[in-house]
């Protein structure tokens, strides 16, 4: 059984990003993957400091810590703010790097060896190309094993129909080929 967390770096009403995600949801579960969707909103992060890490490790970090460390995969969805990640996935991501208890300062138990893949969905012609670059780095840092396959859904405003369901063949095949993979590289990991 391999565990996938989707993480969507938006709580946008209608975002499409959302709409990426449980597209994303579905594929991996299609590939017999067992999946939590996980909800930024539901986590009370506030905007990473050392000092605050010092002082008062937040409740909510760890949880979203535990609940990373306990994946064999990581689906991150991702809007393009100013050409990089959103401020709210960079963030989720810096607290749930961050050693706790004993662990040493690069310890990184929550990503260290796991699969990751990576999509966006933008109202820009690009999809979001920029910020996924970005997120790609970010990702290898925190030592992921990022897939080579990414999702780039352009003109989001136009490319999903009224049941959530992306117009275009291609895009909405690349979620399922890119869920595929991350659940078939997942699996070799976790082996």
């Not at 050693?99 to 138990?109: D, I, M, R, Y």
């Amino acid at each position: 059984m391999i565990r996938i967390a989707v993480v969507v770096g938006s709580v946008r009403e209608g975002s499409f990003n959302r709409a990426l995600g449980k597209l994303a949801i579905e594929a991996l579960e299609a590939q017999g993957a067992v999946v939590t969707d996980v909800d930024l909103a539901g986590f009370d992060l506030p905007l990473y400091s050392a000092a605050l890490e010092a002082d008062n490790f937040p409740a909510d970090a760890g949880r979203l810590k535990t609940l990373f460390a306990a994946q064999d995969g990581l689906l991150f969805v991702s809007p393009e703010y100013n050409g990089s990640v959103s401020p709210l996935l960079k963030n989720a991501i810096d607290w749930a790097s961050r050693p706790t208890g004993e662990e040493s300062l690069v310890a990184l138990s929550a990503y260290r060896g796991k699969a990751s893949a990576v999509m966006s969905a933008s109202i820009s012609p690009f999809g979001g190309l920029r910020g996924l670059m970005h997120l790609r780095q970010i990702l290898s840092t925190i030592q992921t094993i990022v897939i080579p396959e990414q999702v780039l859904i352009p003109n989001a405003h136009a490319a999903f129909d009224e049941t959530g369901k992306l117009k275009d063949a291609l895009p909405a095949s690349l979620v399922d080929m890119t869920a595929s993979r991350l659940v078939t590289v997942a699996r070799a990991l976790a082996t």
